[in-house]
Structure formats: C-alpha cells, structure tokens
C-alpha cells in the first residue's frame, strides 16, 4: 500500500535559518505528491505540489523536487520567519487510490524571533 | 476561488446528543468530499469518502452508524455524531476534490467537544 515517512518533529530554528523536512514514499505508480501546512487551530492549504518525477513545487520560498530515484519530497526553505510557524503534512495521491490522499505524520515548525 | 467552509467551526454538546457538521464547497462543485478526524498533535486520519447521491464509504474500523454521512447536492455534505461521547471530542475536518482534476480542498475544520 501506499505510505509516507516525514522527519519527526517538533523541529525549532531561528529567524532565518534555512530549514528541511524529510519526506519519503512508497507507493504504486506514480504519484502526485504534496506538502500542506496548518496553523494553529485552523485547516489544511496546500502549500505547494508536483505531479510527476523532477517536477518542483514552489510557494511562498518553499521549494520541493520530486525525486523519483530516491522515493522523496523534501522542503526546503531559504530563510524562515516566524510566521512560518505550523505543522507540515507531507502527502501523496496516486491513480487508482479513488482520490484518496494519504499523509504522513506532520512537522511541528516553531520559529523563534 | 476552490474555497470549503464548514460550519460550525466549534460546537459543545452534551454526552448523548447528537452533533451535525456542514462541509460546503462554495464557488466549485464536488462530487466527491472526504471526512477526516485529527486527534491532538496527530496526522489526519481519514473516516469516509462521500459521493454524491450516493452512500459515503466509510474506512476500516470507522462506525458508519454513529457518523452518518450525506452527501445530497454537488455542494454539500453534512457528517453527524449520533449520541456523542466525550471519545469523541477532536477536530474534525472536511475536504471537496473538484470535479475537474484531483486536488482537494480543506474546510478550516470544527472543534467538537463533549462534556
């Protein structure tokens, strides 16, 4: 079955600092693969995707590649701000899973001033 | 545009009574809207797919009984806690995949709490 392995958290760093979060997945075919965030006390918005091997999602300063040789996703950021500070879902959606999205774990992100 | 509501974004109720929660795709439609619950620092777990004009599926070990999804217009679908118990008091969060293509939207979720 379809499944996915994100760094656990809760992940601390300072204003600025560049930040990574490790995902991972197994799954059949080829997926889509997504990174969501949520804030505290809210939903879930997409923070940025990719749709097949290679591709880059952007939003927001975040970066993640699609690497299909090494089954990963990871996010990436530059220089991060405190409002940066949630928990991060990574998650896949492949053919045939009746648009089910599976999710890993999440990311505790805290970002300190 | 692709935006959910849900309402209400936070309810208390009595043990044993039962709670409705509305999840509205507002400018698209969808035929299909998933259910998830949230435990405290925990992923989402997914409970059911519902389809519309159709009975929603629910995933394993989920009790179709006691939350009772429907899914009636393009726009709408209502998950019900019957007889609530403070088990299950969490967070509640609702997704619509538009029609066209397989990204789904999130609602902003509902806090239920059960005294």
């Known amino acids: 079955g379809n499944s996915v392995t994100q760094m656990e958290g809760p992940v601390t760093l300072s204003e600025e600092a560049f930040l990574t979060i490790n995902c991972t997945y197994t799954a059949t075919g080829y997926p889509s693969l997504f990174w969501y965030v949520q804030y505290p006390g809210e939903g879930l918005q997409l923070l940025l995707k990719a749709t097949k091997a290679d591709d880059k999602g952007s939003n927001k300063g975040f970066e993640a590649t699609y690497r299909k040789e090494t089954t990963s996703f990871h996010l990436e950021k530059g220089s991060v701000q405190v409002s940066d500070s949630a928990v991060y879902f990574c998650?896949?959606?492949?053919?045939?899973?009746?648009?089910?999205?599976?999710f890993g774990k999440g990311t505790l992100l805290t970002v300190n001033p | 545009g692709a935006v959910v509501s849900q309402h209400p974004s936070w309810v208390i109720c009595k043990s044993g009574t039962s709670v409705k929660i509305e999840c509205r795709s507002l400018d698209f439609q969808a035929t299909t809207m998933f259910w998830y619950r949230q435990f405290p620092k925990q992923s989402l777990m997914l409970m059911a797919t519902?389809?519309?004009?159709?009975?929603?599926?629910?995933e394993q070990g989920v009790e179709k009984d006691k939350f009772l999804i429907n899914h009636a217009s393009l726009t709408l679908s209502t998950l019900t806690v019957t007889s609530a118990h403070p088990e299950d008091s969490s967070f509640y969060i609702c997704?619509?995949?538009?029609?066209?293509?397989?990204?789904?939207?999130f609602g902003p979720g509902t806090r239920l709490t059960v005294l």
């Open positions: 997704s619509a995949r538009r029609d066209r293509g397989n990204e789904q939207f």
């Open positions: 998650a896949l959606l492949s053919g045939g899973s009746n648009y089910k999205l599976t």
């Open positions: 519902s389809n519309e004009g159709s009975k929603a599926t629910y």
